[in-house]
Nanobody, 124 residues
Framework: QVQLVESGGGLVQPGGSLRLSCAASGSFFSINFMGWYRQATGKERELVAGVAGVTSGGSTNYADSVKGRFTISRDNAKNTVSLQMNSLKPEDTAVYYC???????????????WGQGTQVTVSS
């Protein structure tokens, strides 16, 4: 089994910064994709930022709404992914979820795991 544990989040004023972190633990062979999603009240969950695995070149992608403000980073040795959020806006308010696509064994397929979510509130 794989667990994703998120940390960070909280209340911040507009223009402020927050850093989210997610650590994967458990028994697995490797992690392919890692990313952050968010879900605001009454809206669908959406991709915020993602980073591919080493075998896929470690490329990153961002939602248009966060480009230039958010930065995703990944530490493959520690199986962690972080999201640095700068210049936060009220519309960034949401529950943020970590996601990882994990290869449990070399013979197994790709399994999808989610963290429990962490609240980010941007308000004055």
């Amino acid at each position: 089994q794989v667990q994703l544990v998120e940390s960070g989040g909280g209340l911040v004023q507009p223009g402020g910064s927050l850093r989210l972190s997610c650590a994967a633990s458990g028994s697995f062979f490797s992690i392919n994709f890692m990313g952050w999603y968010r879900q605001a009240t009454g809206k669908e969950r959406e991709l915020v930022a993602g980073v591919a695995g080493v075998t896929s070149g470690g490329s990153t992608n961002y939602a248009d709404s966060v480009k230039g403000r958010f930065t995703i980073s990944r530490d493959n040795a520690k199986n962690t992914v972080s999201l640095q959020m700068n210049s936060l806006k009220p519309e960034d308010t949401a529950v943020y979820y970590c996601r990882a696509k994990v290869i449990l064994t070399p013979m197994a397929g790709l399994y999808d795991y989610w963290g429990q979510g962490t609240q980010v509130t941007v308000s004055s």
